[in-house]
């Protein structure tokens, strides 16, 4: 499957809806991947530990992890911004602006703790 002009696996394509909700959005797609690299350096941090591997080389894979999930969260930030955001901006719907505002306002509240 081709998205964004690249191909992605079968795995990664977008699904459609089923049912209410859907399985998977081609808005995620890059982030989905990328929460799968995440988690393959989650079980490799697990097999440093189980191994006893020396401290600081688990330290350091733990602060690459933390990396590159700041990344995956403020990629999404980005997205959410691009589309629900702007949607609701350009919808002239001052109750759905200011509740979007609130959550946004929550949403840094809760990154800056």
């Given amino acids: 499957m081709v998205f964004n002009n690249q191909l992605l696996p079968e795995s990664l394509a977008p699904h459609k809806k089923v049912g209410a909700r859907a399985t998977m959005t081609n808005k995620f797609a890059r982030e989905i991947a990328r929460m799968r690299r995440i988690e393959g350096q989650a079980r490799g941090i697990i097999r440093m530990m189980q191994d006893e591997r020396y401290c600081?080389?688990?330290?350091?894979?733990?602060?690459?992890?933390?990396?590159?999930?700041?990344?995956?969260?403020?990629?999404?930030?980005?997205?959410?911004?691009?589309?629900?955001?702007?949607?609701?901006?350009?919808?002239?719907?001052?109750?759905?602006?200011?509740?979007?505002?609130?959550?946004?306002?929550?949403?840094?509240?809760?990154?800056?703790?």
């Fill in 56 to 113: 600081i080389d688990i330290l350091q894979q733990l602060a690459a992890m933390e990396a590159a999930l700041r990344a995956a969260r403020m990629k999404v930030l980005n997205i959410h911004a691009k589309t629900c955001v702007e949607e609701v901006i350009t919808s002239q719907d001052k109750a759905e602006q200011s509740e979007k505002l609130s959550e946004l306002i929550a949403l840094f509240e809760k990154m800056g703790r």
